[in-house]
Nanobody
Framework: QVQLVESGGGLVQAGGSLRLSCAAS????MGWFRQAPGKEREFVAG????????SYADSLKGRFTISRDNAKNTVYLQMNRLKPEDTGIYYC???????????????WGQGTQVTVSS
């Protein structure tokens, strides 16, 4: 069974930065989704096992960066210049096979709360 353990959420002021981490129990393509209060979950970013394929939500390009450390089976999401509208629960996701589509992620973590104050 795939296990995904997120960490790094918290409270930050607008304009600040946070780095989320997610440790997986095996070798997977990984990514992040988020869900803001009262809104549907949305794709944030994804990265293949090799790191050769990355994908981002268009609205987040330039502020968010996904990376990974395969020695630790861990993926990171560096979030910069955070805005109050970035507030939400951030979910780590994984897929055994991934060709770049958000729909291919089929394993989900429990989520970590990110709150950006204005």
């Amino acid at each position: 069974q795939v296990q995904l353990v997120e960490s790094g959420g918290g409270l930050v002021q607008a304009g600040g930065s946070l780095r989320l981490s997610c440790a997986a129990s095996g070798r997977y393509a990984m990514g992040w989704f988020r869900q803001a209060p009262g809104k549907e979950r949305e794709f944030v970013a994804g990265i293949s096992w090799s790191g050769g394929i990355t994908s981002y939500a268009d609205s987040l390009k330039g502020r968010f960066t996904i990376s990974r450390d395969n020695a630790k089976n861990t993926v990171y999401l560096q979030m910069n210049r955070l805005k109050p509208e970035d507030t939400g629960i951030y979910y780590c996701v994984a897929a055994a096979k991934w060709s770049g589509s958000p729909r291919e992620f089929d394993y989900w973590g429990q989520g970590t709360q990110v709150t950006v104050s204005s």
